[in-house]
């Protein structure tokens, strides 16, 4: 990219910025908490991007992370009374921790058995978290206390995106890094990157390991909004939505799992409330049927379809001056 | 000259089949062996247990003096043993420096802190990996397609990319596993010039090939293998006209 491209990027950036900054005021109160949730989850589909997209590990335990993290925060803050500064990131290191128990035996599968095995983690996890009734607090859940400079709505907004910017830069200071290409050296030919000295399971390891971590973050972060939470934030559903956002919005790019999350989260929170009288699972049918169009039309995501219209759009207006030039 | 490899009473079973049978050979430092023999002989079962992509049935394999058997590739590959495979392996949506810069990783040591800190040692290795690709790209004369992905540049620069990805890691000793095979005759020149100009550079290269022109110009000795069995070895032009391989492999000699 040229000096003008960066440019032209950097000024997006922080138009885009602006727009984050004054969304408080100018949407309604209901609004801004969608958004913050919606921001919540973008970084749990940013975590699931690093091991997915940028490692090419399927992990189908991001449900359960995202429920562990939730509750080790919640349990952190509720009953054994820590400090609030001390839970947050407490609460991602317990999830980094389990992930690096859960990762030892897991990756050592490929493919489709990672997805598999990942998969009845998060099964196991939730049945833990649903019969366990001293952990999660059984059907009720449990209060998640908010610290007094969160109790506003738009503290709680502020706070999500903070995070969700840190996980921004954090992520892309990882994917353009040597340890960036060495995970895609992975998801590329694991074989070669072998051959080529690269320690695939250590590095899938440190990969599965950090995701858990944000995910954990993603997840302490909806227990906060959401002020309670219950054993169904464990859900393996949450795991296959994730991936939803994912390939919706575009696998290993940064923008798509913001766009992704984002969109579709406000989009399904939109046929939520306009329903239609007795078909009330019927947004699920429009989910699973925007999934399919996007993955047949846009088989890199709506970010990646963005690119390519673009570059396509530029190509054509090159060919032409050039056309010009030689006419 | 000191044997920089040495493989003794190298085995390896698939079930039944014993694809690389009690195979003994040397690889004196700064030389280069070529290694051929009908399809089925066991040539890339050869390289795939030197290169530790395969552990050996028995047998023993030394680099340098060192006892390397059974080590898993990453470990083979940063003792000093770079390789190619026979369908060219590449990163192949990544760009073609892209593919040089992973070649470069087991070289150095930044990891997730030296990352998210920016640190003094991942701007110094992020500055030295940039030096080097350049220098491989000129080496390989891939400078033109430095940005294309890997998968879309022409068969035979991606023969070339693939050795060149291995000269990333500054290997002592180079497998290639068929680097001219798939590609027409006039570019297959210039593939052989470079693993000339890679020997020139003190590296060993052991190199699987059926092109028996191709070995008598290059090779300073030759393995012959037949269902897994050395049947021959020495220069060349002797074992060309070595009766067991005339019969097993050659036909006539064509040198």
Same mark, same amino acid.
């Given at each position: 990219?040229?000096? /003008?491209?960066?440019?032209?990027?950097a000024?997006?950036?922080?138009?885009?910025?602006?727009?984050?900054?004054?969304?408080?005021w100018?949407?309604?109160?209901?609004?801004?908490?969608?958004?913050?949730l919606?921001?919540?989850?973008?970084?749990? =589909?940013? /975590?699931?991007?690093?091991i997915?997209g940028?490692?090419?590990?399927?992990?189908l335990?991001?449900?359960?992370?995202?429920?562990?993290? @939730?509750? @080790?925060?919640?349990?952190?803050?509720?009953?054994?009374?820590?400090?609030?500064?001390?839970s947050?990131?407490l609460?991602?290191?317990?999830?980094?921790?389990l992930?690096?128990?859960?990762?030892?035996?897991?990756l050592?599968?490929?493919?489709?058995?990672?997805?598999?095995?990942?998969? &009845?983690?998060n099964?196991?996890?939730?049945?833990?978290?649903?019969?366990?009734?001293?952990?999660?607090?059984?059907?009720?859940?449990?209060?998640?206390?908010?610290?007094?400079?969160?109790?506003?709505?738009?503290?709680?907004?502020y706070?999500?995106?903070?995070?969700?910017?840190?996980?921004?830069?954090?992520?892309?200071?990882?994917v353009?890094?040597?340890?960036?290409?060495?995970?895609?050296?992975?998801?590329?030919?694991?074989?070669?990157?072998?051959?080529?000295?690269?320690?695939?399971?250590?590095?899938?390891?440190?990969?599965?390991?950090?995701? &858990?971590?944000?995910?954990?973050l993603?997840?302490?972060?909806?227990?906060?909004?959401n002020?309670?939470?219950?054993?169904?934030?464990?859900?393996?559903?949450?795991?296959?939505?994730?991936?939803?956002y994912?390939?919706?919005?575009?696998?290993?790019?940064?923008?798509?799992p913001?766009?992704?999350?984002?969109?579709?989260?406000?989009?399904?929170?939109?046929?939520?409330?306009?329903?239609?009288?007795?078909?009330?699972?019927?947004?699920?049918?429009?989910?699973?049927?925007?999934?399919?169009?996007?993955?047949i039309?846009?088989?890199?995501?709506?970010?990646?379809?963005?690119?390519?219209?673009?570059?396509?759009?530029?190509?054509?207006?090159?060919?032409g001056?050039?056309?010009?030039?030689?006419? | 000259?000191?044997?920089?490899?040495?493989?003794?009473?190298? =085995?390896?079973?698939?079930?039944?089949?014993?694809?690389?049978?009690?195979?003994?050979?040397?690889?004196?430092?700064?030389?280069?062996?070529?290694?051929?023999?009908?399809?089925?002989?066991?040539?890339?079962?050869?390289?795939?247990?030197?290169?530790g992509?395969?552990?050996?049935s028995?047998?023993?394999?030394?680099?340098?003096?060192?006892?390397?058997?059974?080590?898993?590739?990453y470990?083979?590959?940063?003792?000093?043993?770079?390789?190619?495979?026979?369908?060219?392996?590449?990163?192949?949506?990544?760009?073609?420096?892209?593919?040089?810069?992973?070649?470069?990783?087991?070289?150095?040591?930044?990891?997730?802190?030296?990352?998210?800190?920016?640190?003094?040692?991942?701007?110094?290795?992020?500055?030295?990996?940039?030096?080097?690709?350049?220098?491989?790209?000129?080496?390989?004369?891939?400078?033109?397609?430095?940005?294309?992905?890997?998968?879309?540049?022409?068969?035979?620069?991606?023969?070339?990319?693939?050795?060149?990805?291995?000269?990333?890691?500054?290997?002592?000793?180079?497998?290639?596993?068929e680097p001219?095979?798939?590609?027409?005759?006039?570019?297959?020149?210039?593939i052989?010039?470079?693993?000339?100009?890679?020997?020139?550079?003190?590296?060993?290269?052991?190199?699987?090939?059926?092109?028996?022109?191709?070995?008598?110009?290059?090779?300073?000795?030759?393995?012959?293998?037949?269902?897994?069995?050395?049947?021959?070895?020495?220069?060349?032009?002797?074992?060309c006209?070595?009766?067991?391989?005339?019969?097993?492999?050659?036909?006539e &000699?064509?040198?």
């Open positions: 990219m040229g000096k /003008s491209g960066r440019y032209v990027k000024s997006a950036l922080l138009i885009l910025l602006g727009i984050a900054a004054a969304l408080p100018l949407l309604g109160k209901y609004q801004v908490r969608i958004l913050t919606a921001m919540a989850w973008t970084i749990a =589909t940013l /975590s699931l991007n690093l997915l940028y490692t090419g590990q399927a992990s335990a991001h449900g359960a992370f995202l429920g562990i993290g @939730a509750y @080790a925060f919640g349990i952190m803050v509720q009953r054994v009374g820590l400090n609030f500064w001390i947050l990131p609460a991602c290191v317990v999830t980094a921790l992930g690096l128990l859960v990762g030892l035996p897991s050592r599968t490929k493919g489709p058995y990672f997805a598999i095995v990942t998969l &009845c983690f099964v196991i996890i939730l049945k833990v978290f649903e019969n366990w009734n001293w952990l999660s607090g059984g059907i009720q859940g449990q209060v998640v206390p908010r610290p007094a400079f969160l109790t506003q709505r738009w503290a709680r907004y706070f999500v995106l903070a995070f969700l910017l840190l996980t921004l830069v954090a992520m892309r200071l990882i353009k890094s040597l340890l960036g290409v060495t995970l895609m050296s992975i998801r590329s030919n694991e074989d070669l990157a072998e051959a080529v000295g690269i320690n695939s399971f250590r590095n899938k390891l440190l990969a599965f390991v950090i995701s &858990c971590f944000v995910v954990g993603a997840g302490a972060l909806l227990a906060l909004e002020g309670q939470l219950d054993f169904t934030i464990t859900n393996y559903l949450y795991s296959f939505y994730l991936l939803i994912l390939l919706i919005g575009g696998v290993a790019t940064l923008s798509g913001v766009v992704g999350t984002i969109g579709l989260y406000f989009l399904l929170d939109y046929m939520k409330n306009i329903g239609i009288k007795g078909v009330e699972e019927f947004r699920y049918f429009l989910f699973g049927l925007i999934l399919l169009l996007v993955i039309f846009f088989p890199m995501g709506i970010t990646g379809g963005v690119k390519r219209a673009w570059e396509w759009a530029r190509g054509r207006f090159r060919k001056e050039a056309g010009e030039v030689a006419g | 000259m000191t044997a920089l490899l040495k493989v003794q009473g190298l =085995t390896r079973l698939f079930g039944g089949l014993v694809a690389v049978n009690k195979v003994d050979f040397e690889v004196p430092e700064g030389s280069i062996l070529g290694i051929i023999g009908p399809n089925g002989a066991g040539k890339s079962t050869l390289f795939n247990l030197i290169g992509t395969i552990p050996p028995e047998g023993k394999i030394f680099f340098a003096g060192r006892d390397i058997t059974g080590w898993r590739p470990r083979v590959a940063r003792e000093g043993i770079a390789r190619t495979f026979q369908t060219t392996a590449l990163f192949e949506e990544l760009p073609v420096y892209v593919n040089l810069v992973i070649g470069r990783r087991m070289r150095t040591r930044s990891g997730l802190g030296d990352v998210l800190s920016r640190t003094p040692r991942m701007r110094r290795e992020r500055d030295e990996t940039t030096a080097k690709v350049m220098e491989v790209l000129e080496f390989t004369g891939l400078g033109r397609y430095a940005g294309e992905p890997a998968g879309s540049i022409p068969q035979e620069a991606q023969k070339r990319l693939a050795i060149g990805v291995a000269l990333m890691g500054e290997p002592r000793l180079l497998l290639l596993d001219t095979g798939g590609v027409g005759m006039g570019e297959t020149d210039e052989i010039d470079l693993i000339g100009r890679v020997r020139e550079r003190g590296i060993t290269v052991c190199v699987i090939e059926h092109k028996m022109r191709m070995m008598m110009s290059l090779a300073d000795r030759m393995v012959v293998l037949n269902f897994g069995v050395k049947i021959a070895e020495g220069e060349p032009r002797k074992v006209e070595d009766p067991a391989v005339i019969e097993a492999y050659l036909g &000699c064509i040198a």
